[in-house]
């Protein structure tokens, strides 16, 4: 493979650009593989990615139903942060996010990785204390995070309305090193990582039969015929309901939409990404220009990849108190994707009832910060057999036990 | 943004005057059951591509909890009825196998 | 040069002027004008920059596909960014500013991008900019995001106000051509509700332009007709300024309405939400005309052919003195013949195509325009205008036959029917060879909630080019909506009928010359404000982005604020050609609403200030306003945090609060309790079910502390329980949870034991609750005057209540405290409540009696070692960790959550238990959610964190700090000292001991 540089491309522009190579080749699927993956979004590209980096398992396949990054890795709104309370959480995002800042070199490929700063706003004094928690947790974790005061908040967001008058902003916490990367940017660099160690990533795929003799999986049935392997990884987020049928066991999950929206772009007036959870809205404004705004989930399942309008307009409603000046701002898209809920809301990592499957889900809405960490846990999982250390508390065995890893208790209930 | 025809009070109700109650015919496991009872009671939702009985209620309306047949790829309601009963009406699964032949039918 | 033609101009009053200022320039236009006709009137052809390398840009649209035309509008809280000036209906004052470019629009040092333009090609930034890692954020990132974003940010708060408009219809009609028209006409006679919405502020569309027929007369003549014909039906509504914003599922959609951005001195709101349930949608939205792929094709000058023909016709405006056209259809012919009758100059119409010998091309011919055929433009000359264009031929590869000076360039590449309102909630499209363009698939459309199509494609929009078939076509789908929706027609009343000159096929050309070399490949702009050229989309396709979303993401084709409205059939014509596949089968990427971008303002509608969220309000709101109130929000709700006083710190007041209700009297607003009445034959039984401990063997009058879990096991709700009557009880819960509660128990009552006869109220409102509390509180109420009720302890003991009169007002004492304290908790009719108050201030003077907050409340339970939801609990606790163990039932075989509680996990000894913590020096108060840690460092390197802090503050009544906090093993700890690093030097030692601090035995409460 030929390395990205500024010289790169310097040197071909002045052959006019001829001589580019393929980002990951066109690949048609093998008889048999040592390990095939389902699903080439963020996660699962990362976890062949890392299998051949960290484990020298190379004989890799990676199917895809669609087009690579083409579910929810194209369709978020691109934070990064790990000030998660509960240990196992912190854990594995935190490991992603210190993975995210050097992965653009790892890469090759920029994939713009922005460090800039993510507030989360406490608007009541409940959530200060939650906030407070998480600080606390933080600090003893190995996490960068610290409580603000409002002043400290208007300093770093000068857009924002701090007297808000139904719900004052009273603190935040402050994550510095949480940002923003290129989403696609993501998919597209471990895509062609993984085509350069000499993985095979079949497009246009779609999964129809799991086989397994003996209560080991053996193989996949596909649109592109029948493929062997020893072990089995799915990483299909909202769609894993689905293969787990095929597998015979089933999930505590259900998918339903999220939505995100874009305004029109204008000038840079929003360095860092601030996330007002009482209120319902998130908002970052991207490298050209567009506010990004995350809003809330449907309660229904949902395949479509659409939601309902009164979710966009509660947030829009939200944010506007929040940032007064977005009032006359446009929205220029609104787009939903379908994401996984678990029952604690925490993803799952780990093995299956059926022998050598793996599986790799539920990550729900925040899924894309995840994926470096997500890859990297479930790579070293499906090379030893056994869930690693990131991996261990997120097994599907913890709902049978009542062991959630419960991330809402810091936002908590109203007393 | 889903209409739903409330069975009690027969308005055609929107969604946003609705609450969403997930998977219906549930059984409820209590506190005799087996570990594997409850983990499915409790876990194992049903999460079908395609035809999906749910729970709804009319909360900004008569308050009534009613179920509702849905096709959760294309949102098309096959019908609504109220939550009282154990299995959906015999003339709903009907309709339901007439417009999706493919469907596997109600299980419990 | 471009300028004001002595005639022509349908839609402009040449008899009222109107004065304007572009980057402070002051010109003039006429009532009528868009922005973008008084521009060009002015000559002010360059009007922009793009967002990559800067380019100068002009006009290129008369429409809301334009996507170069951008401004700032409007000053301080009107000020806006990005308005397409195409879409600005011109007003007297109106001020407005050109976008990215510093200094100025004519010099701007952005535009080094330009020449830079070799080494910037698609993705470029994916490549580079890697090294040293730090420059990303600090460097590269900063410069980039400096030079995108077009418009500035506002910054001032909104001057303008909005609102939601709310229609159910049985058809709903997107589109004010003669499509629309017709379709409404047909829908209307049938007494069908319709609502026809057209997004400009005059109706008949393009017909009007293209000289269309309609019952053999003018089609403006039959546009009147019917405008009056709609007017005159009752059952028919219709709203110029109003675009079709989105369609969703079961026939929902928004219209956008534009009521005042044309005349901002009117009152009222400035946008207006229609959100609309139509049992059926009819979109006659018209189509798009597509530029060609040329070099040169973004220099300004160079425009869409209908465009000319609109500002010259609608606005008597001519874009040049010389304008050449270029074409690969006869429709472009029109804009030819009308500009040479307005007697300009048209040097010549370049036609791609190997004949052209229609009925326009020959009336063209005999208006002595020269037609060149199987020719295309090589490139145009000039920088910030056109000064000529080079003819080639269109089979090669670009070397110049001839230069042709001009100083306009009039291009078509076909239309593209408008699909977006069709596609949003899943329309599919097909691919129609013979018109080179995508069209809505009737036999897959959008489904609405019973299954069949709920969107009508009508007109142009479904690809019916021609006036009669569109016309036809519109009648026919206005018919059947009305008829879907239950309103069947009349016999007779058949179409109007429309007439247009007859057009030839088009030959679809996605580059031009069709063999162009790279240096014209890479001057050829497919998505103009975004900078994608043709050999971007060549560059992705060979990087292998082939599938179309990939394309469109690593080039940003289509993600302009025009989202691809022009760009996106030349991107996949381009992107097909490279990847040696056919157009259906590279596919298109998906629509998104809204059409065209609608302001947050308007989404957000009234709900802004004091109508985001509402604040709920008790009886004693407006006395805690005017008494000091510090407020805190709770839920919905607010509560005094505390009532400061003259010259007091938050602080002070709490614990003045405290000590007063400990030694005197206190009194306490507590109407936010969630109050529920369960009523009926089976009422204690499915108490029993929903409350841990047994509620079914309670007596009448008295009271019981009761917690509720959900099925896994988690605490969420706690309150004590009182038996009113035989079958009846009153459930108290938390200020927060009196809904849910409320919902839970219905949810079950209604789900599971249906066969339950039990009724539930949920009566919060019904009721102001006040405690008044502290040893002297039975003194307080004795001076109110009591009737009916013996407030003695032996008559109303602890965990009892009593119903009479105090003060006069019939009250119902509850003897419950959560403070510990001699306390009565009264409710009284939401309506006594603000009487009842001020009777306990009046009669508690002389006892020292002080309002309290929510904080000395929390202090003072925390004292008690009462656990408070939320704090003590987070959703993950069981009541087993609290201690709670004497308030779980052990006798009843099941209730909500039992099981849950029976799992490995929940039963594990070593699970977080509350205990009571005591710092080492009693000055020193933890930090709210301190974390203890033991022993040495996990293996991935974090501290053993053993557990939190739930609750801490400094007793002013025990003059020292108190804690609870859940611990790993805790019950265990009893007398071990813990560890909480609370700062990076920091460590407070604290005793785990019993959580209850004061008065263990409950002598003050149970006086």
């Not at chain 3, 006679?189 to 400009?200: F, I, R, S």
């Not at chain 3, 050999?535 to 599938?547: F, I, T, W």
């Not at chain 3, 529920?676 to 009448?700: C, E, H, Q």
Request: glycine share 10%; hydrophobic share 40%.
């Amino acid at each position: 493979m030929k390395r990205y540089s500024a010289f790169a491309i310097a040197r071909e522009a002045l052959r006019h650009h001829t001589g580019w190579q393929r980002a990951w080749r066109s690949a048609q699927p093998k008889k048999a593989y040592d390990v095939i993956i389902v699903g080439a979004g963020g996660h699962g590209l990362a976890t062949a990615y890392y299998l051949g980096k960290n484990h020298g398992i190379r004989n890799v396949a990676i199917i895809e139903k669609g087009w690579l990054g083409g579910g929810n890795t194209g369709r978020n709104t691109t934070i990064i942060r790990s000030n998660y309370l509960q240990d196992e959480s912190a854990a594995i995002y935190e490991k992603a996010r210190s993975l995210y800042e050097t992965l653009s070199q790892d890469l090759n490929y920029n994939i713009m990785f922005s460090p800039r700063g993510v507030l989360m706003l406490a608007q009541t004094e409940h959530e200060i204390r939650g906030y407070r928690r998480t600080e606390h947790a933080n600090r003893l974790q190995g996490v960068e995070t610290r409580f603000i005061s409002p002043a400290e908040v208007k300093k770093i967001v000068p857009i924002i309305e701090l007297s808000g008058p139904r719900y004052p902003v009273l603190g935040a916490l402050w994550q510095p090193r949480g940002g923003t990367a290129r989403h696609d940017a993501v998919a597209w660099g471990y895509a062609r990582a993984c085509s350069d160690m000499g993985m095979d990533i079949i497009q246009q795929c779609e999964v129809t039969g799991i086989s397994q003799k003996n209560g080991v999986v053996s193989g996949v049935s596909t649109t592109k015929g029948d493929i062997a392997c020893n072990k089995l990884g799915l990483v299909v987020a909202g769609h894993s309901g689905v293969l787990a049928d095929m597998a015979g066991f089933r999930l505590p999950i259900e998918s339903v939409a999220l939505q995100a929206l874009v305004s029109e772009p204008i000038k840079p007036c929003m360095d860092v990404v601030v996330m007002a959870n009482t209120v319902h809205g998130y908002m970052s404004q991207s490298d050209k220009g567009e506010m990004v705004i995350g809003g809330g989930a449907d309660g229904f399942n949902n395949y479509t990849q659409r939601g309902s309008f009164h979710h966009i307009e509660e947030t829009v409603r939200a944010l506007i108190e929040t940032f007064p000046m977005i009032s006359r701002l446009k929205m220029l898209r609104q787009w939903g994707g379908i994401v996984d809920m678990t029952g604690d809301r925490s993803p799952i990592i780990g093995k299956t009832p059926l022998n050598n499957c793996f599986i790799n889900c539920g990550w729900g809405t925040g899924g894309f910060k995840a994926i470096p960490g997500s890859g990297w846990s479930m790579a070293a999982t499906m090379a030893t057999g056994e869930p690693d250390s990131l991996a261990a508390g997120f097994g599907l065995e913890r709902f049978r036990e009542g062991r959630f890893i419960d991330e809402s208790v810091a936002a908590g209930v109203a007393h | 943004m889903l209409i739903l025809t409330c069975p009690y009070c027969g308005i055609d109700a929107d969604e946003t005057d609705l609450a969403p109650g997930g998977e219906a015919h549930v059984t409820r496991h209590g506190a005799d059951a087996s570990d594997d009872d409850f983990e499915a009671y409790l876990f194992h939702k049903r999460n079908p591509r395609g035809v999906h009985f749910e729970r709804w209620r009319h909360v900004y309306g008569c308050g009534k909890w009613f179920h509702a047949a849905r096709d959760t790829m294309t949102l098309e309601v096959f019908g609504t009825y109220p939550a009282q009963t154990l299995v959906p009406p015999k003339t709903l699964q009907t309709k339901i196998k007439k417009k999706r032949p493919d469907w596997k039918g109600f299980k419990k | 040069m471009s300028t004001r033609l002595a005639d022509h101009g349908r839609l402009i009053d040449r008899t009222k002027a109107v004065e304007f200022t572009f980057n402070g320039k002051r010109l003039k236009g006429f009532q009528g004008d868009t922005l973008a006709s008084a521009l060009l009137a002015n000559d002010q052809l360059l009007v922009g920059r793009s967002f990559k390398y800067h380019r100068p840009r002009g006009i290129v649209a008369a429409g809301p596909e334009e996507p170069n035309a951008l401004v700032g509008l409007g000053l301080g809280g009107r000020f806006e960014p990005n308005q397409r000036v195409t879409t600005t209906e011109l007003f007297d004052g109106l001020s407005a500013r050109s976008q990215n470019h510093w200094p100025s629009l004519e010099f701007d040092i952005g535009a080094v991008n330009k020449m830079m333009s070799r080494f910037f090609p698609a993705g470029f930034y994916y490549k580079t900019f890697m090294f040293p890692r730090a420059a990303w954020k600090h460097l590269f990132e900063p410069v980039i995001r400096g030079a995108a974003g077009l418009g500035k940010a506002p910054s001032a708060r909104d001057a303008d106000r909005y609102e939601y408009f709310y229609a159910h219809v049985d058809v709903l009609i997107v589109g004010g051509g003669i499509a629309g028209l017709a379709a409404a006409l047909a829908a209307g006679k049938t007494g069908a509700k319709v609502l026809l919405v057209e997004q400009t502020a005059d109706w008949g569309g393009r017909a009007l332009v293209d000289g269309v027929e309609i019952d053999v007369k003018p089609a403006a003549e039959w546009v009147a007709k019917t405008l009056k014909a709609l007017n005159s039906m009752e059952n028919v509504s219709i709203r110029t300024r109003t675009m079709g914003a989105g369609v969703y599922d079961h026939g929902y959609a928004l219209a956008y309405e534009r009521l005042s951005d044309h005349a901002p001195e009117t009152t009222g709101p400035r946008h207006r939400l229609w959100r609309i349930r139509a049992a059926r949608i009819v979109t006659a939205t018209g189509a798009i005309e597509r530029p060609l792929s040329f070099a040169g094709n973004d220099i300004p000058g160079v425009m869409l052919a209908g465009a000319v023909r609109d500002y010259a016709l609608n606005y008597g405006v001519s874009v040049g003195d010389r304008t050449v056209v270029v074409t690969n259809n006869d429709d472009a012919y029109l804009t030819a013949i009308a500009l040479a009758r307005a007697g300009l100059n048209v040097p010549a119409i370049i036609d791609a195509r190997s004949k052209a010998t229609g009925e326009l091309p020959e009336k063209a011919r005999k208006l002595g325009i020269r037609v060149e055929t199987g020719k295309a433009i090589g490139k145009v000359i000039g920088s910030k205008r056109v000064q000529a264009v080079t003819l080639a031929a269109q089979a090669g590869e670009g070397a110049t036959l001839e230069e042709i000076k001009c100083d306009a360039v009039a291009m078509s590449g076909g239309w593209s029917p408008v699909v977006h309102l069709w596609s949003h909630c899943g329309g599919k499209l097909n691919w129609d060879e013979d018109q080179a363009m995508f069209r809505p698939d009737p036999a897959r459309p959008p489904l609405g909630k019973d299954g069949s199509g709920f969107v009508i494609a009508a007109g142009t929009a479904n690809g019916h080019l021609a006036a009669a078939p569109a016309m036809m076509d519109a009648y026919a789908a206005g018919k059947r909506a009305a008829a879907e929706a239950g309103h069947k027609a009349a016999e007779g009343g058949a179409a109007p009928v429309a007439k247009s000159e007859s057009q030839d096929r088009i030959e679809p050309v996605w580059l031009m010359p069709q063999g162009a070399a790279y240096k014209l490949r890479a001057k050829t702009w497919l998505d103009f404000q975004n900078d994608v050229k043709v050999s971007d989309v060549q560059l992705a396709a060979l990087e292998g982005y082939e599938s179309v979303e990939h394309t469109k993401r690593y080039t940003t084709l289509g993600m302009a604020s025009d989202q691809g409205k022009l760009s996106n059939i030349n991107g996949l014509g381009i992107l097909a050609h490279s990847l040696n596949a056919e157009i259906p089968a590279v596919g298109t990427t998906t629509f998104r609403p809204p059409y065209h971008p609608i302001s947050f303002g308007a989404i957000a509608g009234e709900a802004r200030g004091g109508l985001f969220k509402p604040v709920r309000q008790t009886p004693l709101h407006d006395w805690h306003q005017k008494n000091g109130a510090h407020w805190e929000p709770v839920a919905d709700w607010r509560r005094p945090y505390c009532y400061q006083r003259d010259g007091e710190i938050v602080k002070q007041a709490v614990t003045r609060e405290i000590l007063n209700t400990r030694q005197n009297v206190g009194l306490l607003d507590a109407s936010t309790l969630g109050k529920i009445i369960v009523k009926g034959p089976d009422a204690g039984r499915f108490l029993d079910m929903l409350y841990t401990n047994m509620m079914s063997n309670l007596g009448i009058g008295k009271c019981r502390y009761g917690l509720m879990c959900n099925e896994n096991g988690f605490l969420f709700d706690d309150g004590v329980v009182a038996r009113l009557t035989d079958d009846s009880f009153l459930c108290h819960t938390t200020s927060g949870g009196a809904d849910r509660v409320h919902a839970w128990m219905e949810e079950w009552l209604q789900t599971e034991w249906w066969d339950w006869k039990v009724y539930t109220a949920n009566v919060t409102e019904q009721y102001a609750q006040i405690g008044i509390v502290g040893p002297k509180a039975r003194q307080v109420l004795e001076a109110m005057g009591v009737k009916g009720i013996d407030l003695s302890a032996e008559k109303l003991p602890f965990m009892t209540f009593a119903e009479g009169s105090i003060a006069g007002i019939q009250a119902r004492p509850y003897r419950i405290s959560f403070s510990g304290e001699l306390s009565f908790e009264v409710a009284v009719a939401a309506s006594e409540g603000r009487a009842f108050w001020d009777a306990a201030l009046e009669a508690g003077r002389e006892f020292g009696i002080q309002p309290y907050g929510t904080e000395a409340l929390h202090v003072m339970r925390a004292e008690k070692g009462f656990i408070m939801i939320g704090d003590e609990t987070d959703g993950t606790v069981i009541p087993q960790d609290l201690g709670l163990h004497w308030a779980i039932s052990r006798k009843k075989a099941d209730f909500l959550g039992k099981r849950a509680q029976l799992r490995s996990y929940m039963q594990d000894p070593d699970r977080k238990q509350l205990v009571g913590l005591k710092t080492e020096d009693p000055e020193v108060v933890l930090p709210d959610a301190a974390h203890a840690v033991e022993g040495p460092k996990r293996e991935n390197g974090m501290e053993n964190i053993i557990g939190h802090v739930t609750s801490t503050y400094y007793s002013p009544t025990l003059g020292h700090s108190i804690a609870m906090g859940l611990i790993k093993g805790g019950s265990r700890r009893m007398g071990e000292v813990l560890e909480f690093p609370v700062a990076k030097d920091r460590v407070i030692r604290a005793t785990v001991v019993d959580p209850v601090f004061l008065d263990k035995e409950g002598i003050r409460q149970d006086v």
